[in-house]
């Protein structure tokens, strides 16, 4: 039992104690005898009438002849009540009809009672008054100590995460690995002369797994690990950071070697000076007192800063330099390998049938993140037991990838056969399209149900997933992207807005092959404008002009050119497979939904083309690192990608469903 549950409850009792005075006070039942006057008194007494009188101090308990109660009165201050009596000629003590005085003193309890009484208002305002200087000095609150530290403690000794539970991020492990080794034998780089680096910046988009591979370094290493997020440092008072920051490094100094994990540390470390009406002074407390802790005149090299940012394009180049943040570990969306260790991970203790292919469901999902592959295997357990399955299967992983892109299915939207005719030549134009344009993805899945805001969609399945792509890669990504707007076209000899999505991508792609990767033959090897993006983020702020008016007319000229020809060939492929596109409508207006083999039947063999049925049976394998060793290795680059849906023809190598 704790002293402060001890404390609350003694301040509980006073309180109790105190209101049950007041209701006794207030509700105390009314004596049954009456209280009578001093002179009615002595005329019983005279009368014989009285039998016994009981003097407390001033008061008169008074026992008359044939009755049970008794009656009170009170007599004058200092005067005796045996006096009053004999001077009435009233006989007391023994004898006929003489009066039995018996005198007493005040009752203690009485006193004592009555005095509790008089005070009991102060009593109850005092109780009040340390119960909420209690209640305010508390953990919850904090109301008195603005400036202590509110990082959360994670004792080294029982480790909840390691490096086990972490995949798809191989390098940034091994980065992470040499900081453990750092803590855990500092020695053996004493020896050397190497001193042991004091902060580590994780940088990468949203769901890559920062937070998790940080406790993942204090879990390996068994050190005390302190989180705190970046915002808990910045309050409405000057200086309340900055006292903060202090308190928490003298926290881990006194426990070192430890770690500090520092989350989301642009809140605080945005660059000082920056931003229109000056700077945010508590901001820029806070930010000082970090740099000065991490690499000042009292810098402590037991303990590690460790700090997650997707923004490291605002943050300070003050913390940014080596001797502060000497390790910058990059976490970039995972491979096609690292997507299949990662469910391997998140698959483990969870039942499967024979038949799931993992192999199939990371190939399915290019530009998801680790968060959004835990999401995946999460939904389709969800739709398992709602479907009261004992295992999860095929159907249930292939549902849950488009759930998660997509959105659930809206089964219950209605929707009249002209335009349910409507939306199945548009699909099954997306899907001639792609299925018989030589370097574009194959189709894998295509529905007319709508989920989400689309009516419909079609989903690719990249042959093989590389960083690089070509110029006819792009190319061929705009002809199945206008094979709905074609096939509207050329079936009901009018188009609808359904196409407003694809025609925005087919822009978009062709103004990024004009301005931004030198692919026009034309105005040659030349980037035109410079845009201010959001690193991770994938948004374009603002573009700066750094061109002619005329060279803008080129510009144009050129996007038209190539969205025509792309026009042009869509036309012609859908034209030569007119049947296909037929027998795949009305296969969708009756089914609604096709993929893989039932797809494949309608279509028919490609040459050139590995069909998914060809491939040879991939069986699940046990999470571990046996899982996630060998292998070819993949081919690198430093461009970045997207998540699904966001700016695709600029950064991901496969698209989104297309609707």
């Not at 993942?216 to 068994?222: F, I, K, L, Q, T």
């Not at 592959?373 to 357990?381: G, I, K, M, T």
């Not at 001639?432 to 689309?454: H, L």
């Not at 002619?548 to 050119?561: C, F, H, K, L, P």
Request: charged content about 25%.
């Amino acid at each position: 039992m704790s002293s402060r549950w001890m404390r609350n409850s003694f301040i509980y009792l006073l309180i109790l104690v105190a209101v049950v005075l007041v209701v006794v006070m207030v509700f105390r039942p009314a004596s049954g005898s009456r209280e009578v006057p001093l002179s009615y008194v002595i005329a019983q007494a005279q009368g014989g009438n009285v039998d016994r009188i009981e003097v407390r101090g001033d008061d008169l308990t008074v026992f008359l002849n044939g009755q049970q109660e008794p009656v009170t009165s009170r007599k004058e201050n200092g005067s005796s009540i045996e006096a009053i009596l004999r001077d009435n000629n009233v006989p007391v003590g023994a004898g006929t009809n003489a009066v039995d005085i018996e005198v007493s003193g005040p009752s203690q309890f009485g006193s004592i009672f009555g005095l509790m009484l008089n005070f009991l208002p102060l009593i109850i305002f005092g109780a009040i008054l340390v119960f909420m200087m209690r209640q305010a000095g508390g953990a919850n609150n904090q109301a008195m100590s603005f400036g202590k530290s509110r990082a959360r403690v994670f004792a080294g000794q029982k480790p909840t995460v390691t490096f086990l539970d972490v995949a798809g991020q191989d390098e940034a492990k091994q980065e992470l690995e040499e900081v453990v080794e750092f803590l855990k034998y500092p020695e053996k780089f004493a020896a050397l002369g190497a001193r042991i680096p004091h902060g580590v910046l994780l940088i990468g988009p949203p769901g890559t797994g920062k937070t998790m591979l940080a406790r993942a370094v204090s879990g390996e290493a068994g050190v005390p690990f302190f989180s705190i997020s970046g915002s808990e440092f910045v309050e409405m008072f000057v200086g309340v950071g900055a006292s903060r920051v202090r308190d928490l490094f003298d926290q881990a100094k006194r426990n070192a070697p430890a770690i500090v994990f520092v989350d989301e540390i642009d809140a605080v470390g945005r660059q000082r000076g920056a931003g229109l009406g000056g700077s945010h002074d508590e901001r820029e407390q806070t930010l000082n007192q970090i740099l000065v802790e991490m690499d000042g005149f009292d810098s402590n090299s037991n303990v590690i800063v460790i700090a997650a940012t997707n923004r490291p394009d605002i943050l300070d180049p003050a913390l940014l330099r080596p001797g502060r943040f000497d390790r910058q570990v990059t976490l970039d969306l995972p491979d096609v390998k690292g997507r299949r260790a990662v469910l391997d991970v998140h698959v483990k203790g969870k039942p499967l049938e024979n038949g799931v292919s993992l192999e199939t469901i990371a190939r399915q999902t290019p530009g998801f993140s680790g968060a959004d592959l835990a999401n995946l295997v999460n939904e389709s357990a969800i739709l398992a037991a709602r479907r009261n399955k004992k295992r999860i299967g095929m159907g249930e992983l292939n549902e849950a990838v488009d759930r998660v892109i997509a959105g659930p299915e809206r089964k219950s939207r209605v929707i009249t056969p002209e335009e349910k005719k409507i939306v199945a030549y548009h699909e099954a134009g997306h899907t001639v399209a792609g299925y018989f344009t030589p370097r574009a993805d194959p189709p894998f899945k295509v529905t007319i149900v709508a989920r989400g805001m689309s009516g419909g969609f079609t989903r690719m399945l990249p042959e093989e997933e590389r960083r690089l792509q070509h110029r006819s890669y792009y190319s061929a990504m705009m002809v199945y992207a206008l094979g709905g707007h074609v096939a509207e076209e050329m079936v009901f000899g009018e188009m609808t807005t359904g196409a407003h999505n694809d025609i925005g991508k087919v822009t978009t792609i062709a103004r990024d092959m004009v301005t931004q990767w030198g692919m026009s033959e034309r105005l040659g090897p030349r980037t035109f404008g410079k845009r201010d993006s959001m690193i991770f983020l994938g948004r374009d702020i603002s573009e700066q002009r750094d061109y002619s008016e005329r060279t803008a007319e080129e510009i144009d000229d050129e996007v038209r050119r190539l969205i025509d020809e792309a026009h042009e060939q869509c036309r012609q492929v859908i034209s030569e497979h007119r049947d296909k596109l037929d027998s795949l409508a009305a296969t969708l207006i009756e089914v609604e939904t096709l993929e893989g083999d039932e797809l494949l039947r309608i279509l028919g063999p490609t040459p050139g083309r590995r069909l998914p049925s060809e491939e040879e049976p991939i069986t699940v394998e046990p999470a571990g690192p046996a899982a996630r060793e060998g292998g070819e290795a993949e081919e690198e680059s430093e461009a970045p990608r997207g998540r699904p849906g966001l700016a695709w023809g600029r950064q991901n190598i496969a698209p989104p469903p297309t609707d």
